[in-house]
Antibody, heavy 123, light 109 residues
Framework: QVQLVQSGAEVREPGASVKVSCKASGYTFSYYYMHWVRQAPGQGLEWMGIIHTNSGSTSYAQKFQGRVTMTRDTSTSTVYMELSSLRSEDTAVYYC????????????????WGQGTLLTVSS | EIMLTQSPGTLSLSPGERATLSCRASQSVSSSSLAWYQQKPGQAPRLLIYGASSRATGIPDRFSGSGSGTDFTLTISRLEPEDFAVYYCQHYGTLAPHTFGQGTKLEIK
């Protein structure tokens, strides 16, 4: 069965960086796009960006351009999301979510989600 | 970027009643690019509907989606206790930024 398992909760000070991981299993990793979505406390869902798990190419929401970097390691079927210059407003649960098939060039909807990683940014 | 507006913000109903949730896009979108999710406290969202009207695997048939152009609807025909949650619509354009509506909270009356 498809599983996306994320790394554990993180606490960072303002100005620091964080790197969250998402390990995929139960399917061929490089066949599907992977997205990152975040949710601030009591708020809605916010799309951050996408990584093509085969080529490694990325596309980020304009809001996060320059602060976010998404990478992947095909040998371990893991994607990473690094967010830098953290501020208190970045406190949120961060989710990875599997998108569409890369062969169809469809970024797709999110049938499978990770369990979420809580990031707390506080001094 | 396409904006999605969901209404109402909160919907108070009783088990057994019919729920109708709305999602309006700022410009016309393809029906094949509209999804609905359910989220319960402390859980990741769950895909309910994709392509505006196709139920995801394992989703009960009391959930249905409809609509086209700028107006889309999620209908829950007879509410079960486990249906009370927050619902989000999503636009997932082809090779374009994804957007979510702000959510509708479905609460027990």
């Amino acid at each position: 069965q498809v599983q996306l398992v994320q790394s554990g909760a993180e606490v960072r000070e303002p100005g620091a960086s964080v790197k969250v991981s998402c390990k995929a299993s139960g399917y061929t990793f490089s066949y599907y796009y992977m997205h990152w979505v975040r949710q601030a406390p009591g708020q809605g869902l916010e799309w951050m960006g996408i990584i093509h798990t085969n080529s490694g190419s990325t596309s980020y929401a304009q809001k996060f351009q320059g602060r976010v970097t998404m990478t992947r390691d095909t040998s371990t079927s893991t994607v990473y999301m690094e967010l830098s210059s953290l501020r208190s407003e970045d406190t949120a649960v961060y989710y990875c979510a599997r998108g569409g098939a890369v062969s169809k060039r469809q970024w797709g909807y999110f049938e499978y989600w990770g369990q979420g990683t809580l990031l707390t940014v506080s001094s | 970027e396409i904006m999605l507006t969901q209404s109402p913000g909160t919907l108070s109903l009783s088990p057994g009643e019919r729920a109708t949730l709305s999602c309006r896009a700022s410009q016309s979108v393809s029906s094949s690019s509209l999804a609905w999710y359910q989220q319960k406290p402390g859980q990741a969202p769950r895909l309910l509907i994709y392509g505006a009207s196709s139920r995801a695997t394992g989703i009960p048939d009391r959930f249905s989606g409809s609509g086209s152009g700028t107006d889309f609807t999620l209908t829950i025909s007879r509410l079960e206790p486990e249906d009370f949650a927050v619902y989000y619509c999503q636009h997932y354009g082809t090779l374009a930024p994804h957007t979510f509506g702000q959510g509708t909270k479905l609460e027990i009356k």
